[in-house]
């Protein structure tokens, strides 16, 4: 089955500066990557997504490239601000409609002020 | 996208008792999945709920173990039977947004403390 590598595990990054999460995916035939943002306490929230029809999404500060080649997707956030502080999660899935969802094992961003 | 109720929100429960969990959402939704989040961890895929059929479980989660049920499209409920210290943990219901939106929404979650 899908296995989802994320990297690094924990990242701390001064105020201002960008913040880049790596993820490596196993089966070619996933279509589907979404990164989740979950605070302390709280449920995991979408943030972004990308289908493997697009190579690159931007909303805002946060961006998503996607290598299909290669297999691996990468979370970019630029201008990094103390409330960006959270564990993110990226994760695959493939098919059509909706399927389960194989997560990353996530990452801890720390902003410094 | 649908609004996602779970409850309860937290529990604490004595070893080999069960505990059903709940999930609602306000609109028909085609497939729920229910997780698990050890603490400190990712999140791991328990079940697939479907309407009307059994639910599909992931590699080491059994169905005596976690019960689930789908009685229509907009609940399911998730029950630990059983329990022991080690189902501590915080448990997820999930719905994916239909064909054509892929994004997920998840539960505010139960944390469940076995004792």
């Known amino acids: 089955g899908e296995n989802v590598e994320q990297h690094p595990s924990t990242l701390s990054v001064q105020e201002g500066d960008s913040a880049v999460i790596k993820c490596t995916y196993s089966?070619?035939?996933?279509?589907?990557f979404p990164w989740y943002k979950q605070e302390l306490g709280k449920r995991p929230q979408l943030i972004i997504d990308?289908?493997?029809?697009?190579g690159e999404k931007k909303d805002q500060r946060i961006a998503v490239t996607l290598n299909k080649t290669a297999k691996h997707f990468s979370l970019h956030i630029t201008e990094t601000q103390p409330e960006d502080s959270a564990v993110y999660f990226c994760a695959a899935s493939k098919g059509q409609g909706a399927q389960k969802l194989v997560f990353g094992q996530g990452t801890r961003l720390t902003i410094n002020p | 996208s649908a609004v996602i109720s779970q409850k309860p929100s937290r529990d604490i429960c004595q070893r080999g008792t069960s505990l059903t969990i709940q999930c609602q959402v306000d609109s028909q939704v085609t497939m729920m999945f229910w997780y698990r989040q050890q603490p400190g961890q990712s999140l791991t895929l328990i079940a697939t709920?479907?309407?009307?059929?059994?639910?599909?479980?992931e590699s080491g989660f059994v169905i005596d173990k976690f019960p689930i049920s789908r009685p229509n499209l907009t609940f399911s409920t998730l029950t630990v039977s059983n329990m022991s210290p080690e189902d501590s943990s915080i448990y997820l219901c999930?719905?994916?947004?239909?064909?054509?939106?892929?994004?997920?929404?998840f539960g505010s979650g139960t944390r469940l403390t076995v004792v």
């Open positions: 990308i289908r493997s029809n697009v």
């Open positions: 999930s719905y994916a947004g239909g064909q054509l939106n892929y994004g997920y929404t």
């Open positions: 709920a479907n309407q009307g059929s059994e639910a599909t479980y």
């Open positions: 089966d070619s035939a996933s279509n589907y």
